[in-house]
T-cell receptor, first 110, second 118 residues
Framework: TQLLEQSPQFLSIQEGENLTVYCNSS?????LQWYRQEPGEGPVLLVT?????EVKKLKRLTFQFGDARKDSSLHITAAQPGDTGLYLC??????????FGTGTRLTVIP | DTGVSQNPRHKITKRGQNVTFRCDPI?????LYWYRQTLGQGPEFLTY????????KSRLLSDRFSAERPKGSFSTLEIQRTEQGDSAMYLC????????????????FGSGTRLTVV
């Protein structure tokens, strides 16, 4: 059962545009992690947020954890073709395992 | 350390055959996880180990699936009597035993084993 819903599922934008991906749940998580996955490879961790309201920046990527620790967003500024990939949010329940969202497939067109 | 290693990368098998996958985690990571990912979906949790102990199994892990981590190092995932519905990418991940608020490094995933059952 997927506890996390991501939107949009698919996103195709031009290079230089901004975008936001949302990750929503009715569950509270001890941490929320964002991963990026390339075709034929495993997910690679981008960031972990653990405190409600926390904002983290990674170059052109900005991650925010909701105040109630149930939702998160990923904002990319001035997208580049190298940002193309599957973006996955994942909520950690306790310290035991990670539940992944449905994913957002981003395509940045040069 | 070269990260999490999974073998084989690809496996094609006939329906009804048994298959076994191997995962070598990062050496200092006590926890090891198995996930399954089908096309267009996020990974789904199957099971996890802390050292050699299998602490949790998903309902997705039917009795045809078995996982072991005999010495707390590498792990194997075996699927008996494979079915076409077992076709998926099987991902292994590892993490340190204790992750705090300040030192949550997430999970390190391998490149996966893509299984195709024909």
């Amino acid at each position: 059962t997927q506890l996390l819903e991501q939107s949009p599922q698919f996103l195709s934008i031009q290079e230089g545009e901004n975008l936001t991906v949302y990750c929503n749940s009715s569950s509270v998580f001890s941490s929320l992690q964002w991963y990026r996955q390339e075709p034929g490879e495993g997910p690679v961790l981008l960031v972990t947020v653990v405190t409600g309201g926390e904002v983290k920046k990674l170059k052109r990527l900005t991650f925010q954890f909701g105040d109630a620790r149930k939702d998160s967003s990923l904002h990319i500024t001035a997208a580049q073709p190298g940002d193309t990939g599957l973006y996955l949010c994942a909520g950690e329940v306790g310290a035991n395992n990670l539940f992944f969202g449905t994913g957002t497939r981003l395509t940045v067109i040069p | 350390d070269t990260g999490v290693s999974q073998n084989p990368r690809h496996k094609i098998t006939k329906r009804g055959q048994n298959v076994t996958f191997r995962c070598d985690p990062i050496s200092e990571h006590n926890r090891l996880y198995w996930y399954r990912q089908t096309l267009g979906q996020g990974p789904e949790f199957l099971t996890y180990f802390q050292n050699e102990a299998q602490l949790e199994k998903s309902r997705l892990l039917s009795d045809r699936f078995s996982a072991e981590r005999p010495k707390g190092s590498f792990s194997t995932l075996e699927i008996q009597r494979t079915e076409q519905g077992d076709s998926a990418m099987y991902l292994c991940a590892s993490s340190p035993y204790y992750q705090t608020v300040r030192t949550n490094y997430g999970y390190t995933f391998g490149s996966g084993t893509r299984l195709t059952v024909v």
